[in-house]
């Protein structure tokens, strides 16, 4: 069974920092290329930060270039994101999301996602 299990949100104020962990398991992490997304209310959900499945190359949304780092542990299952200087607009639901094209067949697996807030 596919899981992805995001941890690490919560509320922060402004100029603080939060590190999102998610956990895969049910398939071959290392194969997939990880993301993360984030949903704020009223707006479409949008690619925040993605890392190929060796980590040897990462790609950041314009919005948190220079303030988050995506990373991952193939020996732990686990991609991360940290994200300091956060911003009120930082706030949103973020997903973690692995995507892999194996035997031409393409895979697509999403998280249940976890709140940031950020507050004063």
């Known amino acids: 069974q596919v899981q992805l299990v995001e941890s690490g949100g919560g509320l922060v104020q402004p100029g603080g920092s939060l590190r999102l962990s998610c956990a895969a398991s049910?398939?071959?992490?290392?194969?997939?290329?990880m993301s993360w997304y984030r949903q704020a209310p009223g707006k479409e959900r949008e690619l925040v930060a993605a890392?190929?499945?060796?980590?040897?190359?990462?790609n950041y949304a314009d919005s948190v270039k220079g303030r988050f780092t995506i990373s991952r542990d193939n020996a732990k299952n686990t991609v991360y994101l940290q994200m300091n200087s956060l911003k009120p607009e930082d706030t949103a639901l973020y997903y973690c999301?692995?995507?892999?094209?194996?035997?031409?067949?393409?895979?697509?697996?999403w998280g249940q996602g976890t709140q940031v807030t950020v507050s004063s």
């Open positions: 999301n692995a995507q892999a094209t194996i035997f031409l067949r393409n895979y697509d697996y």
């Open positions: 049910g398939f071959t992490f290392s194969k997939y290329a």
């Open positions: 890392i190929t499945s060796a980590g040897g190359s990462t």
